[in-house]
């Protein structure tokens, strides 16, 4: 089965960032550090409670 309908999605209370062009997602103590296809870095705060394949989306706390 194939989920493959775009972009990831991640949520953060009302802020949705399209997750494009992020190859890498790492989880911190203190948040998430998103890396782009360029090594470029994003620091994120908050705690994953959802991660959605389906829907395509990553829910933060």
Excluded at 37 to 47: A, E, M, V
């Amino acid at each position: 089965m194939c989920l493959d309908y775009g972009p990831y999605k991640l949520i953060s209370g009302d802020d949705e960032t399209s997750l494009e062009e992020i190859s890498t997602i790492l989880v911190l103590a203190d948040g998430l550090k998103l890396i782009d296809n360029f090594g470029k870095t994003r620091l994120i705060t908050g705690t994953i409670s959802e991660i959605d394949l389906l829907n395509q989306r990553i829910v933060l706390a």
